[in-house]
């Protein structure tokens, strides 16, 4: 087996050039949970393929980003931080867990392995055979959407638990401003 950063990833080194990974979230918004996790697969494997899960859902208090935004969001972090072997593609959901396996492989390149930490994520994959990672989370507690987007209504500070890419982008679309936008009842 093969330690990265403490963890366990891929197994023995000779795979390295070879793999492509997949990892899948909504990143509502990006954090260093996810950033943690993604640089730590791109320094182990060829391509990491990061889906961009409910890509269809925003201005929602749960998903109050658009699939462009997350996207903006992940790349600039990567790219910030060296890493290009990435590939990002938006997933729609398809509300049928029995058939998301094949929707999303109808939209992304073959993938030798599956990182994931959601238990119906690494259940769906593992039946259809996949080879499926789950990579330990860094602070989950307060590195984790929910916890971000309560601090973001509250005005507590979130910045500190996103890459800074996330934070200037949240502030060129006015995110803050649309979330307690969201948050107002017209009752
Ligand atoms: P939300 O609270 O909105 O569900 P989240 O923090 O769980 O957000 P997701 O986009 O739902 O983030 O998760 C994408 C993937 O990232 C999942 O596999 C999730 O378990 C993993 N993940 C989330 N937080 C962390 C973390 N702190 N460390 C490592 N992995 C994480
Ligand atoms: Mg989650």
Known sequence: MRHCCGRIFVESGNYKGEMRALYIGRFQPYHLGHHAVI?????????????????????ELENPFTAGERYLMISKSLRDEGISNFYIVPILDVNRNA?????????IPPIDLVFTNNPLIE?????RGYNVRTPLLFNRKEYSGNEIRKRMLNNENWEV????AVTEVIKEIDGLRRM??????DS
């Open 123 to 127: 259940r769906l994959f593992t039946e």
């Open 39 to 59: 640089k730590a697969i791109a320094s182990e494997v060829e391509e990491v393929i990061i889906c961009i899960g409910s890509a269809q859902r925003s201005h």
């Open 99 to 107: 058939v998301w396996v094949s929707h999303v492989e109808s939209l």
């Open 161 to 164: 638990l996103v890459p800074e």
């Open 180 to 185: 307690k936008n969201l948050r107002r009842s």
